[in-house]
């Protein structure tokens, strides 16, 4: 550290200069970058300013951020001495915080393990001295560091994710200037993010409901949003302050528009099969009229750009237009088909598109103003269509239907230019760029897909989202995607790169401490070397989803159980199956073995049953719970078995007599995972509560809880000398815990949730695998 100390002595006011912020924008403002341009490019210096991050993180990314600004790419391309390379090199430390900086704002003592989860792989000598230096910077507490990039690296189309809300996404805008979005959340708030760093702005709190729709100001300083508690809200953007509530709906607010000089919105709701639209004041935030329609169910409505004529799509097959400004209906538009479930406008306002639920899942493209259909086309959708959208000219459509595919039309020609196949499940939103050639699609399959449209080719996939990704905006210069999930999350894309990132393993993986890594497939297991990325073997032979894996000791031999209620045992050397063991009437949720390895313990509803391994026969069966076994583990001895239940309770049972001992209750839902100490004195337990609680096993009695995940606890495992355990969450998180005292020690953030951890023997490295199948191996080390 001599070295160190000494540059941050020698360096020390403009160091802090540098990291308060002041000083580049000093600089730059002055047209003076000459000084901090010779800063940036010091490798030296940047390894001193990531290792004393209490001077913020915030500014380090902020500093970051200035490698764009023209004055600074100016100098680094003037400047010959300093190569391409570098050049590269400084792009990719930018991004990497980039990608890490929602969590780098929750904790900035994520930095070390954050670079080093998404920059490992590398080559580049500046950022392996980075690493190192980093790695080796004090701590006065443990933490967990990542020895390989599991992290999603930088380079790729993501640019960073958006977190805060605490629920499902439901609508993004993105503000004219791009440099700001507004997300909508079934958490009844609306968030204001800044897109250049990633940081929450505001949050917009005051609806009662889910909101449902946004919109922003051509001007990018006002939007109004529209909520299930029938109401909208004027929001200032600028202050993050509610301007009015606007109220008049009788029911939910389903849409909302802007006319385009920023004065006028337009809203529609219905409530008991009834449809209503309302003009509103912006300035004033007054109603100007009320237009009611028919007793009709309407599923989709759509608004002129103009703010004019809105078109709502009906349950009786028909089309309603409205003169929003006259306060009066134009004309319906009856089609031969079933329930309209969609409907798009092109942006001139003459043309409508609806999509129905006939068996041939129909287009009709409509005339709006002589109020007759131009063209119907067969879709040929293997659903009914959910979303129909229109590029800027008018020329094209896109739709897509309760399926994977989505169907591009020549609105002209009345008939179809391609098929856009790629998505495994359901699309649920669709954007275009302004100039109409590029098309995002948001996916139940958990991705977004960006498409070349004159070519109907995909062009790159989009994944990191853990959830249903619901909705897609793209900005006006066509450079950035956001997109939001059923997990809380948004995620920022950039749409230019077009690279993929994927992954080795497959999804819920479970994971043994060794060369092994096995993971679950559909109806198959794999198991792989992970040491070398290879595949070793496919077992096959269920006939239905893998539910459940472990392995012995010595890890020759695992046991499957799976959704076809039976469980097979497997020889991992020779990649065969011994014997399959059947008594179950349901699938097999839970299994744990012995540390000798001739015993299993199962479960599934309400039922543990205990296994002869070597003959492949049952031996009891332990019934008492009164729901699902989520969890089970054995004590070192092999005399006691701990049963974790979705009926929040765990129980003790004497494996030699097939008898229950006592019941542990405190928790206040599911039980999912349990470790028991290698004395065999302790358990600790993992709930869908978000807690884990640690029990005497001698007594019955609870010792502790532990509290600090956000989320369901999935996966324990307990270190070999017994005096810490790590939880994974659905949260993303791994944390450490000190059993002695009951407090956190330290916390890893991943990217997805982590569903199964495992410690090795010298307790200095944990192994935890994420359901999106990636791997982390983290390190113990500082304290």
Known sequence: MGVIASKLASKSAEFQNLFLGQFPEQQLKAGNSEKYYQTLTDFDFISLKIQYTNFGVEALILDYALIDAPEILENLEADEKLETEQIKTLKLIQRALDLSAHILNQDPNQLVGQLWGRLESFPQPEIQKILADAAQSKTENIRLRPITAKLTTPGGNLLRTLTGHNASVRAVAIAPDRKTAVSASEDNTLKVWDLNTGIEIFTLTGHSGSVIAVAITPDGKTAISACEDNTLKLWDLQQGTEISTLTGHSGSVLAVAIAPDGKTAVSASYSSWSLTFQVWDLNTGIEISTLSGDDLRVNAVAITPDGKTAVSACEDNTLQVWDLHAGKQISTLSGDRKSLTAVAITPDGKTAVSASHDWNWTLQVWDLQQGIEISNLASHHDGSVKVVAITSDGKTAISSSFGDTLKVWDLHAGKQISTLTGHNKNVNAIAITPDGKTVVSASEDKTLKVWNLQQGKEISTLSGHKTWVLAVAISPDRKIAVSGSDAEIMKLWDLQTGKQISNL?????????????????????????????????????????????????????????????????????????????????????????????????????????????????????????????????????????VSGSCDNTLKVWDLNRGTEIFTLTGHNDWVQAVAITPDGKTAVSGSRDNTLKVWNLHTAKEIFTLSGHNDSVKTLAITPDGKKVVSGSVDTTLKLWDLEKGTEISTFIGEHSIDCCAISLDGLTIVAGELSGQVHILLLEGG
């Open 505 to 641: 393993t497959d999804d819920n993986g479970s994971v043994d401490f060794s060369k092994t890594t096995f993971s679950r497939y559909q109806n198959t297991l794999k198991v792989w070397d992970w040491e070398k990325g290879t595949e070793i073997f496919t077992l096959t032979g269920h006939d239905a989803r893998v539910s459940a894996v472990a392995i012995t000791p010595d890890g020759k031999t695992a046991v499957s159980g799976s959704y076809d209620n039976t469980l097979k045992v497997w020889d991992l050397e020779q990649g065969t199956e011994i014997s399959t063991l059947s008594g179950y009437d349901e699938r097999v949720s839970a299994i744990a073995i012995t540390l000798d390895g001739k015993t299993a313990v199962t479960g599934s509803y309400q039922t543990l049953k205990v296994w002869d391994l070597n003959r492949g026969t049952e031996i009891s069966t332990l019934t008492s719970h009164n729901d699902w076994v989520q969890a089970v583990a054995i004590s070192p001895d092999g005399k006691t078995v």
